[in-house]
């Protein structure tokens, strides 16, 4: 299957600071790329959705000024948590597909987030 | 009408076993139906989906049916082993490829 790369795996930082996670589809081209928050044992929570040149799309209750999400190009997305603050501490995942009605979604790693 | 509701939340089974995990869905305009499977610290892994033109997919020792009347879906695991302790989630899109997620099974596979 295809391979999404999520980078960094595991992050600690400073409360009050911004973090920058990316998500790169490395063997296609990502049309839609999905941004998911994970609690421990809990399911994926769907934060935004983001097609390449355009705006996310945010789900109820995200605050789309604090998770910044940007789709520059067809490979790259990225999310980033500002003034970050010890309840944001999570797992985030990123997922990716191409274009066409049969594609299906490529998950990441997923970035294990820890706000001190 | 937009859940997935996924049964049971913690499963154990002996190895050599059949793992079974059931899925239920309200919106009949869901037409993709995929099951993943995820280790801990790891992103979700597409294990095996199936549309409701079929009622039945297998590959390898993971078999999907799906009861398109009943608005249920299932996940067998034949010959569980060890390695395939981890957690299952199923879930269902539509047109817009927004994927709602179960709840997710805890699947140990007893040696």
């Known amino acids: 299957g295809a391979v999404v790369s999520q980078h960094p795996s595991w992050v600690i930082c400073k409360s009050g600071t911004s973090v920058k996670i990316e998500c790169r589809s490395l063997?296609?081209?990502?049309?839609?790329m999905f941004w998911y928050r994970q609690f421990p044992k809990q399911s994926l929570m769907l934060m935004a959705t983001?097609?390449?040149?355009?705006?996310?799309?945010?789900e109820q209750g995200v605050e789309k000024d604090k998770f910044l999400i940007n789709h520059a190009s067809l490979t790259l997305s990225t999310l980033t948590v500002t003034s970050a603050h010890p309840e944001d501490s999570s797992f985030y995942i990123c997922s990716a597909r191409g274009g066409g009605w049969d594609t299906e979604a490529f998950f990441g790693q997923g970035t294990r987030l820890t706000v001190v | 009408q937009q859940q997935v509701k996924q049964s049971p939340q913690s499963l154990i089974v002996q190895k050599g076993g059949i793992s079974i995990i059931n899925c239920a869905y309200e919106?009949?305009?869901?037409?993709?139906f995929p099951w993943y499977q995820q280790f801990p610290g790891k992103g979700p892994a597409l294990l095996i989906a199936?549309?409701?033109d079929v009622s039945e997919k297998k590959e390898g020792r993971f078999t999907i049916s799906f009861n398109k009347s009943a608005k249920q879906f299932s996940l067998h695991i034949m010959d569980s082993q060890p390695g395939d302790s981890a957690t299952y989630f199923c879930?269902?899109?539509?047109?817009?490829?927004?994927?709602?997620w179960g709840a997710g099974t805890k699947l140990i596979i007893k040696p």
């Open positions: 063997d296609f081209q990502a049309t839609t």
């Open positions: 983001s097609n390449e040149g355009s705006k996310a799309t945010y």
């Open positions: 919106n009949t305009a869901f037409d993709y």
């Open positions: 199936i549309r409701p």
């Open positions: 879930a269902a899109s539509g047109s817009n490829y927004q994927l709602i």
